[in-house]
């Protein structure tokens, strides 16, 4: 288990031993609802099982493995990270650009022209790089700023799930209602 394979993953020791078992058996692996699924820090604040099914549907995930996943689509176990650059597939946020891109904004235009979907961007960097917003996208892209003037980075990401979790359930409101001692927000529009 080389330093290649690390990169790839994301993980080390124990938990690229479990990766890779993982990342081995995906065909007919058992599946969990993505928001059942993911873990860490972010979804740990963000809690979506306090969540009501409706606030729920509406969490889309930039997935380095499956592309774009709704909250209650059938994830299974796996690790790969989006700014990995698997041979012969070169780094997963330009391969997945183009056709998650084209998804992302044909749902954000929403079934009529009249009324699109809001968008609240709180991805991360490397995750944002595989998407590249289009005029039919209404919405904003939020990053935490330390009180250094610097990206809040690892640090920001209990603040993210947070501010995630408000979000669905008082809207855009929860924005203007946020405060965090330790981050600021700057909120640009998307297009």
């Not at 007919?28 to 099982?49: E, I």
């Not at 998804?103 to 009529?112: K, P, S």
């Amino acid at each position: 288990m080389g330093g290649g394979t690390e990169k790839l993953l994301g993980v080390k020791g124990d938990h690229l031993t479990r990766a890779l078992s993982a990342n081995s058996s995906l065909l007919g692996a058992a599946t969990l609802p993505a928001w059942r699924r993911y873990t860490g820090v972010v979804w740990d604040h963000l809690d979506p099982a306090t969540l009501a099914a409706a606030e729920r549907r509406r969490i889309i995930v930039v997935s380095g493995l499956l592309g774009l996943v709704r909250a209650d689509d059938p994830v299974p176990d796996y690790r790969l990270k989006m700014g990995a650059n698997p041979k012969g597939v070169g780094k997963l946020s330009t391969w997945w650009r183009d056709d998650l891109s084209d998804a992302l904004n044909r749902h954000a235009a929403g079934r009529t022209a009249k009324q699109p979907r809001v968008v609240i961007d709180l991805l991360p960097n490397e995750h944002r790089a595989a998407w590249v917003p289009d005029d039919r996208v209404t919405g904003v892209s939020i990053e935490f700023i330390d009180p250094t003037g610097k990206p809040g980075g690892h640090f920001a990401k209990a603040a993210k799930g947070t501010l995630a979790a408000a979000i669905l359930r008082n809207g855009l409101a929860a924005v203007d209602r946020w405060k965090d001692d330790r981050f600021e927000l700057s909120v640009t529009p998307l297009s």
